[in-house]
């Protein structure tokens, strides 16, 4: 069991998280606004066939998923692995 770690180690490793969290995030949303349609008022539309196949991801556990859509779930991961590491190696 890894050990735990001191509060201030703790603090800077969320904010650092958070940030890759918040460009994860961004990098979605850049795509997600890219396959929509922006309408008159400002509203997005979704084709239809891009919805039922996020809603079939969304449905469906991460062991469930086909293997080039975990390898896609692990390649996020990777960006999250070697802050945290660092994080229990300087403790």
């Given amino acids: 069991m890894p ?3 001191d509060a201030n180690t703790r603090e800077a490793l969320v904010d ?3 940030a890759i ?3 994860r995030w961004s990098h979605w949303q850049r ?8 309408q008159e008022d400002g509203a997005l539309l979704i084709p239809a066939d891009i919805v039922a196949r996020w809603e ?5 556990a991460y ?5 080039d859509e975990q390898e896609s779930d692990k ?3 990777e960006r999250y692995l070697p802050i945290i590491e660092e994080a229990f190696d300087s403790e």
Avoid at 31 to 38: L, W
Avoid at 63 to 67: E, G, H, R, T
Wanted: proline letters at 7%; zero cysteines; aromatic letters at 4%.
């Fill in 63 to 67: 062991a469930d998923l086909p293997p």
């Fill in 21 to 23: 969290e918040h460009e």
């Fill in 16 to 18: 650092r998280l958070a």
């Fill in 3 to 5: 050990k735990s770690l």
């Fill in 31 to 38: 795509y997600m606004h890219g396959k929509a349609t922006r």
């Fill in 56 to 60: 079939k991801q969304i449905a469906t």
């Fill in 75 to 77: 390649e996020q991961v």
